[in-house]
Protein backbone atom coordinates (compact mmCIF):
# COMPACT_ATOMS: atom_id res chain seq x y z
CA UNK A 1 0.00 0.00 0.00
CA UNK A 2 0.88 3.61 -0.89
CA UNK A 3 1.47 6.33 1.75
CA UNK A 4 -1.86 8.37 -0.23
CA UNK A 5 -3.70 4.94 0.29
CA UNK A 6 -2.19 4.07 3.99
CA UNK A 7 -3.25 7.43 4.89
CA UNK A 8 -6.62 7.90 2.84
CA UNK A 9 -7.44 4.65 4.63
CA UNK A 10 -6.56 5.97 7.97
CA UNK A 11 -8.24 8.61 7.48
CA UNK A 12 -11.66 7.28 6.49
CA UNK A 13 -11.57 5.37 10.08
CA UNK A 14 -11.22 8.42 12.34
CA UNK A 15 -9.96 12.03 12.66
CA UNK A 16 -6.17 11.47 12.56
CA UNK A 17 -3.76 13.92 14.45
CA UNK A 18 -0.92 15.82 12.66
CA UNK A 19 1.65 17.65 15.47
CA UNK A 20 2.08 20.92 16.97
CA UNK A 21 4.91 23.36 16.84
CA UNK A 22 9.25 22.69 17.00
CA UNK A 23 10.11 26.21 17.34
CA UNK A 24 7.61 26.76 20.23
CA UNK A 25 9.34 23.80 22.05
CA UNK A 26 12.52 24.70 21.06
CA UNK A 27 12.32 27.95 22.50
CA UNK A 28 10.79 26.30 25.70
CA UNK A 29 14.53 24.53 26.03
CA UNK A 30 16.52 27.71 26.05
CA UNK A 31 19.86 26.33 23.80
CA UNK A 32 22.34 28.37 23.03
CA UNK A 33 24.57 29.53 20.47
CA UNK A 34 26.80 27.02 20.99
CA UNK A 35 24.13 24.01 20.33
CA UNK A 36 22.79 25.82 17.04
CA UNK A 37 26.49 26.25 15.79
CA UNK A 38 27.51 22.74 17.16
CA UNK A 39 31.06 22.22 14.98
CA UNK A 40 30.15 23.15 11.86
CA UNK A 41 32.28 26.10 11.77
CA UNK A 42 29.90 28.70 9.94
CA UNK A 43 31.05 32.05 9.55
CA UNK A 44 27.06 33.89 10.61
CA UNK A 45 25.84 33.15 14.63
CA UNK A 46 23.25 30.31 14.09
CA UNK A 47 20.87 30.86 17.29
CA UNK A 48 17.43 31.11 16.24
CA UNK A 49 18.47 28.69 13.22
CA UNK A 50 16.21 26.15 14.59
CA UNK A 51 16.30 24.08 11.48
CA UNK A 52 20.34 23.67 12.02
CA UNK A 53 19.51 21.34 15.22
CA UNK A 54 19.08 18.45 12.65
CA UNK A 55 22.76 18.85 12.53
CA UNK A 56 23.67 19.50 15.72
CA UNK A 57 21.54 18.74 18.10
CA UNK A 58 19.41 15.82 16.88
CA UNK A 59 18.48 14.48 20.28
CA UNK A 60 16.45 17.89 20.69
CA UNK A 61 14.00 17.56 17.40
CA UNK A 62 14.21 13.39 18.24
CA UNK A 63 12.91 14.17 21.48
CA UNK A 64 9.87 16.76 20.80
CA UNK A 65 9.32 14.50 17.74
CA UNK A 66 8.56 11.41 20.16
CA UNK A 67 7.01 13.52 22.33
CA UNK A 68 4.03 14.65 19.41
CA UNK A 69 4.07 11.11 18.55
CA UNK A 70 3.34 10.13 22.29
CA UNK A 71 1.15 12.69 22.74
CA UNK A 72 -1.36 11.03 19.78
CA UNK A 73 0.32 12.38 16.62
CA UNK A 74 -0.68 10.09 13.80
CA UNK A 75 1.64 12.51 11.01
CA UNK A 76 4.44 14.44 12.43
CA UNK A 77 6.82 16.54 10.27
CA UNK A 78 9.80 17.24 9.83
CA UNK A 79 11.70 20.39 11.32
CA UNK A 80 12.31 21.88 8.39
CA UNK A 81 9.82 25.41 7.89
CA UNK A 82 13.15 27.26 6.88
CA UNK A 83 15.66 24.66 5.80
CA UNK A 84 15.72 26.25 2.42
CA UNK A 85 18.58 27.77 0.20
CA UNK A 86 17.00 31.29 0.37
CA UNK A 87 16.58 31.17 4.19
CA UNK A 88 19.64 29.37 5.17
CA UNK A 89 21.50 31.88 3.40
CA UNK A 90 20.65 34.57 6.64
CA UNK A 91 23.03 31.97 8.72
CA UNK A 92 25.75 31.61 6.11
CA UNK A 93 23.85 27.50 5.90
CA UNK A 94 22.43 27.68 2.12
CA UNK A 95 25.65 24.94 1.03
CA UNK A 96 23.59 22.78 4.23
CA UNK A 97 20.23 22.90 2.72
CA UNK A 98 20.57 19.00 1.71
CA UNK A 99 22.35 17.46 4.76
CA UNK A 100 19.49 19.09 7.11
CA UNK A 101 16.53 18.16 5.62
CA UNK A 102 18.13 14.61 4.91
CA UNK A 103 18.64 14.34 8.78
CA UNK A 104 15.42 16.24 9.78
CA UNK A 105 13.85 13.56 7.75
CA UNK A 106 15.55 10.42 8.91
CA UNK A 107 14.76 11.47 12.65
CA UNK A 108 11.21 11.59 12.06
CA UNK A 109 11.03 8.63 10.24
CA UNK A 110 13.55 6.60 12.78
CA UNK A 111 10.94 7.72 15.71
CA UNK A 112 7.66 7.02 13.70
CA UNK A 113 9.12 3.92 12.72
CA UNK A 114 10.07 2.52 15.88
CA UNK A 115 6.33 3.52 17.29
CA UNK A 116 4.60 1.64 14.51
CA UNK A 117 7.03 -1.42 15.31
CA UNK A 118 5.39 -1.33 19.13
CA UNK A 119 1.69 -0.79 18.47
CA UNK A 120 1.21 -1.52 14.57
CA UNK A 121 -0.86 1.79 14.20
CA UNK A 122 0.42 3.35 10.75
CA UNK A 123 1.89 6.96 11.15
CA UNK A 124 3.45 9.23 8.59
CA UNK A 125 6.43 11.99 8.24
CA UNK A 126 5.76 14.80 6.58
CA UNK A 127 8.36 17.06 4.73
CA UNK A 128 7.63 20.43 6.09
CA UNK A 129 8.36 23.53 3.22
CA UNK A 130 7.50 26.61 4.24
CA UNK A 131 7.32 29.44 2.05
CA UNK A 132 10.25 31.44 2.45
CA UNK A 133 10.73 35.13 2.75
CA UNK A 134 10.11 36.25 -0.98
CA UNK A 135 7.29 36.76 -2.86
CA UNK A 136 6.83 35.97 -6.35
CA UNK A 137 3.67 37.74 -6.95
CA UNK A 138 4.25 41.10 -4.75
CA UNK A 139 7.16 43.60 -5.53
CA UNK A 140 9.23 44.46 -1.97
CA UNK A 141 9.95 48.20 -3.56
CA UNK A 142 6.89 50.39 -3.49
CA UNK A 143 8.41 52.67 -5.87
CA UNK A 144 8.52 49.59 -8.87
CA UNK A 145 5.71 47.38 -8.74
CA UNK A 146 6.93 45.13 -11.32
CA UNK A 147 10.24 43.89 -9.82
CA UNK A 148 10.47 40.76 -8.13
CA UNK A 149 13.45 39.84 -6.33
CA UNK A 150 13.17 36.16 -7.47
CA UNK A 151 11.59 34.00 -10.59
CA UNK A 152 9.39 31.15 -10.70
CA UNK A 153 12.28 28.74 -12.14
CA UNK A 154 14.71 29.69 -9.31
CA UNK A 155 12.06 29.49 -6.83
CA UNK A 156 11.15 25.63 -8.18
CA UNK A 157 14.57 24.84 -8.02
CA UNK A 158 14.73 25.93 -4.43
CA UNK A 159 11.56 23.66 -3.44
CA UNK A 160 13.04 20.66 -5.70
CA UNK A 161 16.18 20.77 -3.64
CA UNK A 162 14.33 20.66 -0.09
CA UNK A 163 12.03 18.48 -1.50
CA UNK A 164 14.50 16.25 -3.02
CA UNK A 165 16.55 15.69 0.47
CA UNK A 166 12.81 15.20 2.33
CA UNK A 167 11.83 12.35 0.28
CA UNK A 168 15.44 10.77 0.00
CA UNK A 169 15.34 10.72 4.20
CA UNK A 170 12.13 9.26 4.47
CA UNK A 171 9.18 11.54 4.71
CA UNK A 172 5.42 10.09 2.77
CA UNK A 173 4.54 13.36 1.84
CA UNK A 174 5.94 16.95 0.89
CA UNK A 175 3.90 19.30 3.03
CA UNK A 176 3.83 22.76 1.49
CA UNK A 177 2.23 25.38 4.72
CA UNK A 178 1.71 28.65 5.71
CA UNK A 179 1.01 29.68 2.14
CA UNK A 180 0.96 33.20 1.68
CA UNK A 181 1.02 33.78 -2.11
CA UNK A 182 -0.23 31.16 -4.11
CA UNK A 183 1.94 31.66 -6.55
CA UNK A 184 4.84 30.20 -4.62
CA UNK A 185 2.57 27.51 -3.93
CA UNK A 186 2.21 26.68 -7.86
CA UNK A 187 5.92 27.40 -8.11
CA UNK A 188 6.33 24.29 -4.90
CA UNK A 189 3.87 21.97 -6.76
CA UNK A 190 5.78 22.43 -9.79
CA UNK A 191 9.35 21.70 -8.25
CA UNK A 192 7.32 18.21 -6.86
CA UNK A 193 5.71 17.21 -10.08
CA UNK A 194 9.29 17.57 -11.50
CA UNK A 195 10.98 15.52 -8.59
CA UNK A 196 7.88 12.65 -9.24
CA UNK A 197 9.25 12.60 -12.77
CA UNK A 198 13.04 12.28 -11.84
CA UNK A 199 12.11 9.32 -9.01
CA UNK A 200 9.18 7.60 -11.51
CA UNK A 201 6.71 7.32 -8.26
CA UNK A 202 4.44 9.19 -6.72
CA UNK A 203 4.81 12.10 -3.76
CA UNK A 204 1.66 13.14 -2.18
CA UNK A 205 1.08 16.86 -1.64
CA UNK A 206 -0.09 18.49 1.59
CA UNK A 207 -1.30 22.00 1.06
CA UNK A 208 -2.11 24.53 3.68
CA UNK A 209 -3.17 28.28 3.44
CA UNK A 210 -2.21 31.06 5.45
CA UNK A 211 -4.56 34.38 5.50
CA UNK A 212 -3.49 37.83 6.54
CA UNK A 213 -6.28 39.05 8.11
CA UNK A 214 -9.92 37.68 9.00
CA UNK A 215 -10.91 38.89 5.44
CA UNK A 216 -10.09 35.59 4.63
CA UNK A 217 -7.19 35.91 2.12
CA UNK A 218 -3.60 35.45 1.88
CA UNK A 219 -1.44 38.11 1.41
CA UNK A 220 -1.36 37.67 -2.39
CA UNK A 221 -5.00 38.73 -2.24
CA UNK A 222 -6.81 34.89 -3.11
CA UNK A 223 -9.25 33.83 -1.47
CA UNK A 224 -9.64 30.37 0.62
CA UNK A 225 -12.03 29.12 -2.42
CA UNK A 226 -9.90 31.09 -4.91
CA UNK A 227 -7.17 29.42 -3.62
CA UNK A 228 -8.46 26.17 -3.63
CA UNK A 229 -9.75 26.27 -7.43
CA UNK A 230 -5.63 27.49 -8.18
CA UNK A 231 -4.00 24.82 -6.12
CA UNK A 232 -6.94 21.81 -7.18
CA UNK A 233 -5.30 20.38 -10.19
CA UNK A 234 -2.19 19.09 -8.51
CA UNK A 235 -4.84 16.67 -6.50
CA UNK A 236 -3.54 17.10 -2.98
CA UNK A 237 -3.67 14.37 -0.29
CA UNK A 238 -4.95 17.04 2.00
CA UNK A 239 -5.65 20.82 1.57
CA UNK A 240 -6.31 23.21 4.79
CA UNK A 241 -5.46 26.21 6.62
CA UNK A 242 -2.89 26.54 9.37
CA UNK A 243 -1.19 30.14 11.21
CA UNK A 244 -2.93 32.88 11.29
CA UNK A 245 -4.85 32.97 14.09
CA UNK A 246 -6.36 30.59 16.83
CA UNK A 247 -9.29 28.26 15.90
CA UNK A 248 -11.84 30.77 17.00
CA UNK A 249 -10.67 33.10 14.25
CA UNK A 250 -10.66 30.53 11.53
CA UNK A 251 -13.43 28.03 11.86
CA UNK A 252 -15.85 30.26 9.10
CA UNK A 253 -12.90 29.93 7.10
CA UNK A 254 -12.61 26.28 7.77
CA UNK A 255 -16.44 25.69 7.38
CA UNK A 256 -15.84 27.20 3.62
CA UNK A 257 -13.36 25.15 2.27
CA UNK A 258 -14.58 22.17 3.86
CA UNK A 259 -17.90 22.44 1.90
CA UNK A 260 -16.12 22.73 -1.44
CA UNK A 261 -12.80 21.15 -0.66
CA UNK A 262 -12.55 17.40 -2.52
CA UNK A 263 -9.59 16.09 -0.57
CA UNK A 264 -8.78 15.35 3.11
CA UNK A 265 -9.22 18.78 5.61
CA UNK A 266 -6.00 19.21 7.79
CA UNK A 267 -6.25 22.40 9.83
CA UNK A 268 -3.60 23.53 12.61
CA UNK A 269 -4.44 27.01 13.94
CA UNK A 270 -2.30 28.49 16.39
CA UNK A 271 -2.95 27.98 20.04
CA UNK A 272 -4.87 31.27 19.93
CA UNK A 273 -3.52 34.75 19.90
CA UNK A 274 -0.23 36.18 20.87
CA UNK A 275 -0.40 38.64 23.93
CA UNK A 276 1.34 41.64 24.39
CA UNK A 277 4.64 39.85 24.43
CA UNK A 278 3.86 37.47 20.96
CA UNK A 279 3.19 34.61 23.77
CA UNK A 280 0.74 32.34 23.48
CA UNK A 281 -1.27 32.03 26.59
CA UNK A 282 -4.98 29.20 25.07
CA UNK A 283 -4.67 26.35 27.25
CA UNK A 284 -4.82 22.87 25.38
CA UNK A 285 -8.31 22.35 26.71
CA UNK A 286 -9.44 25.61 25.09
CA UNK A 287 -7.52 24.56 21.97
CA UNK A 288 -9.19 21.19 21.80
CA UNK A 289 -12.85 22.32 22.56
CA UNK A 290 -12.69 24.67 19.64
CA UNK A 291 -11.59 21.65 17.40
CA UNK A 292 -14.12 19.78 18.99
CA UNK A 293 -16.95 21.88 17.55
CA UNK A 294 -15.37 21.47 13.96
CA UNK A 295 -15.19 17.50 14.08
CA UNK A 296 -18.39 17.42 15.37
CA UNK A 297 -19.58 19.22 12.47
CA UNK A 298 -17.94 17.50 10.16
CA UNK A 299 -15.70 19.70 8.84
CA UNK A 300 -12.32 18.12 9.36
CA UNK A 301 -10.10 15.44 8.72
CA UNK A 302 -7.09 15.90 10.45
CA UNK A 303 -6.19 18.08 13.24
CA UNK A 304 -2.65 19.74 15.10
CA UNK A 305 -1.15 22.61 16.08
CA UNK A 306 0.85 25.35 14.89
CA UNK A 307 2.40 28.31 16.60
CA UNK A 308 2.22 28.43 20.53
CA UNK A 309 0.72 24.58 20.42
CA UNK A 310 2.57 21.61 22.26
CA UNK A 311 2.68 18.24 22.78
CA UNK A 312 -0.30 18.71 25.74
CA UNK A 313 -2.55 20.34 22.92
CA UNK A 314 -2.21 17.46 20.91
CA UNK A 315 -3.02 15.18 23.70
CA UNK A 316 -5.91 16.95 24.65
CA UNK A 317 -7.27 17.41 21.06
CA UNK A 318 -6.40 13.74 20.59
CA UNK A 319 -9.07 12.77 23.63
CA UNK A 320 -11.22 15.14 22.21
CA UNK A 321 -12.13 13.94 19.24
CA UNK A 322 -11.29 10.09 20.01
CA UNK A 323 -15.42 9.45 18.98
CA UNK A 324 -15.85 11.67 16.68
CA UNK A 325 -16.55 10.99 12.76
CA UNK A 326 -14.24 12.04 10.32
CA UNK A 327 -15.40 14.41 7.72
CA UNK A 328 -17.12 13.07 4.44
CA UNK A 329 -16.76 14.40 1.12
CA UNK A 330 -18.01 13.81 -2.61
CA UNK A 331 -16.07 14.06 -5.48
CA UNK A 332 -16.48 17.83 -6.79
CA UNK A 333 -19.20 17.99 -9.72
CA UNK A 334 -17.14 18.37 -12.73
CA UNK A 335 -17.53 22.02 -14.12
CA UNK A 336 -14.90 24.88 -15.18
CA UNK A 337 -13.68 26.43 -12.03
CA UNK A 338 -11.35 29.16 -12.33
CA UNK A 339 -9.27 31.85 -9.66
CA UNK A 340 -8.19 35.19 -10.01
CA UNK A 341 -7.92 36.77 -6.36
CA UNK A 342 -11.94 35.50 -6.42
CA UNK A 343 -13.29 32.29 -7.23
CA UNK A 344 -15.02 32.26 -11.08
CA UNK A 345 -16.93 28.82 -11.92
CA UNK A 346 -18.58 28.70 -15.68
CA UNK A 347 -21.76 27.38 -15.03
CA UNK A 348 -22.96 24.30 -18.44
Known amino acids: MTPREALTAEAAKRILLFDGAYGTEIQARRLGEADFAGELGLSADQKGNNDILALTRPDVV ?26 QADYAAQDLVADINLAAA ?10 VQC ?25 DPGFREIDFDEL ?7 AAALVEGGADFILVETVF ?29 TLTDLSGRNLSGHTVEAFWYAVRHANPLTIGLNCSFGAEQLRPHIQLLSGIADALLMAYPNAGLPNELGEYDEQPET ?5 LEWARAGRVNILGGCCGSTPAHIAAIARAVEAVAPRRF ?19
Open 62 to 87: SAITRAYLEAGSDIVSTNTFSANRIS
Open 106 to 115: RIAREATDEL
Open 119 to 143: DGRPRFVAGAIGPTNKTLSLSPQVE
Open 156 to 162: AEVYREQ
Open 181 to 209: DTLNAKSAIYAVRQLERELGRDIPLMISM
Open 287 to 291: TAGHL
Open 330 to 348: DAAERVTRLAGLEPFTLAA
